[in-house]
C-alpha cells in the first residue's frame, strides 16, 4: 500500500488529478468527472478530523463512494496528531474502501491560518512532521500532502519537503504561491521543478492550469497536474487534444450530474446544490440567459429536467454541434 503512488508513476508516467474544493466536488461530481476522464485521480472535498471522529454521520456520508470513484483520496485537516490519527482509524476501515490519505497544509484562510491549521503548518514544522509520522504509524494507507511553495518566502520549501519525505509522506503536491500570496499572484513554476531534483516521492502541481493539453505542457520533469476551477462546468478539460463537447453531450451530463445529486442527498439540499452548476455547464451557450433564471431557482429534479429538454427540442439542430461554435443568436 505504502508504495501505491510509485506505482501509479509506473503506470500512467503522468498522473492527473481534480484537485479538492469545498463545498462543490462531492460525490455526484465526482462520479461525473469519472464518467467522462475515467484515468483520473479524485480528491475528496476536506474535512476536519474532528468531524469524521466525532459525527457517524458525516463520517458515513462523506467516507461513503460510488465505485466508479475509485482510487478515492479523503483529504483532512487539523492542527492535532491525535486527532489525525483517530480519524486515521476511522477513514481506514475496510468498509470504505479508501485509497490514501491526503493533509491539506495549503489552504490560506485567514480564521484556519489563526488557528495554526491547514498553511499555517509550513511555519509550525515540527506538528506538520508530526502528523505525517503519527499516521503512517497508525494506518497502512499512503499519507500524502498538500502545501505551497512557502508561508511568507521566509521557509525554505526544498527543506520542509525533505522532512516531509522522511516522515514517510509518499506524495506531495504544491500549490505555485505561498500562503500569504493567496491566488492573486502569478504561479511561479521553477521552484517546483528544482525541487522535484531533490526528492525521490511524486511530486504534482496545482493552479493555472486549464485544462490537459496546458497540464501537459507545464508538468515536464513533475510527476503530474491537478486541475481545480476550470474543470467547473467543463469536466472534458481532463481529456487530451483539448476536446470540445456537443451542446447534446453537455445536457447529457447535466441531466447525469443532476440524478447523481439527488441519489446522494436528500431533495431540498440538492436543488440549492445542482443551481450553480448548471449554469457553469452552459456558460458557453449563447442562449443561456433565456433559461438562466429557471436553472438558478430550480426547486426540484423534475424541474430542472424539463428545461433540459426545452433546451434539446428548441435546438434539435445544433445538439451536434461543439459548444464553442455555436453562434450568438
Not at 51 to 64: M, P, Q
Amino acid at each position: 500500500m505504502k508504495d501505491f503512488w510509485q506505482k501509479q508513476v509506473k503506470k500512467y508516467k503522468k498522473l492527473v488529478f481534480l484537485a479538492p474544493m469545498d463545498w462543490y466536488w462531492d460525490s455526484a461530481y465526482r462520479q461525473t468527472i469519472k464518467k467522462i476522464a475515467s484515468n483520473i485521480f479524485l480528491i475528496s472535498e476536506f474535512y476536519s478530523t474532528h468531524s469524521i471522529v466525532y459525527s457517524e454521520s458525516i463520517a458515513n456520508r462523506v467516507l461513503t463512494h460510488a465505485k466508479i470513484e475509485n482510487p478515492l483520496v479523503i483529504q483532512i485537516f487539523w492542527k492535532d496528531p491525535e486527532m489525525f490519527v483517530k480519524a486515521a482509524k476511522i477513514i481506514s476501515n475496510p468498509k470504505y474502501n479508501i485509497a490514501w490519505i491526503d493533509i491539506n497544509m495549503w489552504c490560506p484562510a485567514k480564521k484556519i491560518i489563526k488557528s495554526w491549521h491547514w498553511g499555517s503548518l509550513f511555519i509550525n514544522q515540527n506538528i506538520a512532521f508530526e502528523i505525517v509520522d503519527v499516521l503512517n504509524k497508525s494506518t497502512n494507507l499512503p499519507i500524502s500532502v498538500k502545501t505551497r511553495l512557502s508561508f511568507d518566502w521566509n521557509q525554505n520549501l526544498i527543506d520542509f519537503a525533505k522532512w516531509l519525505e522522511n516522515a514517510w509522506c509518499s506524495l506531495l503536491t504544491v500549490h505555485w504561491r505561498t500562503t500569504k500570496q493567496w491566488y492573486w499572484w502569478k504561479a511561479d513554476f521553477s521552484q517546483i521543478y528544482d525541487l522535484k531534483r531533490h526528492l525521490d516521492i511524486p511530486i504534482i502541481c496545482n493552479w493555472d492550469i486549464i485544462n490537459y493539453d496546458d497540464g501537459m505542457k507545464k508538468v515536464k520533469n513533475l510527476d503530474g497536474f491537478m486541475i481545480w476551477r476550470k474543470s467547473f462546468g467543463n469536466p472534458w478539460c481532463f481529456l487530451p487534444w483539448n476536446i470540445n463537447p456537443t451542446l447534446r453531450e453537455v445536457l447529457d451530463i447535466m441531466e447525469f450530474h443532476a440524478k447523481k445529486l439527488v441519489e446522494t442527498k436528500w431533495e431540498r439540499k440538492w436543488s440549492l446544490e445542482i443551481r450553480k452548476h448548471l449554469v457553469q455547464y452552459l456558460k458557453y451557450f449563447p442562449w443561456v440567459k433565456s433559461y438562466r433564471k429557471r436553472l438558478v431557482t430550480t426547486e426540484s429534479l423534475k424541474n430542472s429536467l424539463w428545461v433540459i429538454d426545452e433546451i434539446r427540442c428548441e435546438f434539435e439542430e445544433f445538439l451536434g454541434e461543439e459548444m464553442n461554435s455555436l453562434k450568438v443568436k
